[in-house]
């Protein structure tokens, strides 16, 4: 409450919540979609509490039942309009599909499929998309 104007300390608090090993931090990180303090215009806070939730929190985005990549093309989707630079940046955990295991390759590769059928895919994104879904 104390901070909530201070873009760098909201940052790191954002960016704790989110890589927190708790059991239900994906939803933590969906309330936190409407935080005062999060707004899905700022780059800064996008990769404070999405990008590290993708790629510091491997457990909870890599979860068996998929959730955490659903997640991502929510956001994903809601970035490919507003800020297709951003959007391209943080699909890289989500292209990186052969490291993991068969059941999580077809998650990965299924929500790739979603993406790829966006009306209006950004280039930047298509192209990572195709050479993931390719490879």
Do not use: C
């Not at 954002?14 to 707004?39: G, K, N, Y």
């Not at 951003?86 to 390759?105: F, G, S, T």
């Amino acid at each position: 409450e104390r901070w909530h104007r201070d873009g760098l300390v909201m940052d790191k608090w954002l960016m704790l919540q989110a890589t927190t090993p708790s059991p239900d931090v994906l939803q933590q990180v969906r309330e936190l979609l409407h935080h005062r303090s999060f707004t899905m215009s700022n780059p800064n806070r996008i990769r404070a509490l999405i990008g590290a939730f993708v790629s510091g929190n491997p457990a909870a985005f890599h979860a068996k039942d998929g959730s955490g990549y659903q997640f991502l093309v929510e956001m994903l989707t809601d970035l490919n309009t507003r800020n297709p630079q951003v959007a391209a940046r943080m699909i890289e955990p989500l292209i990186r599909l052969k490291r993991y295991d068969a059941d999580r390759q077809a998650l990965m590769r299924q929500a790739l499929e979603t993406l790829q059928g966006l009306d209006k895919l950004s280039g930047d994104l298509y192209e990572k998309i195709t050479r993931a879904l390719n490879a």
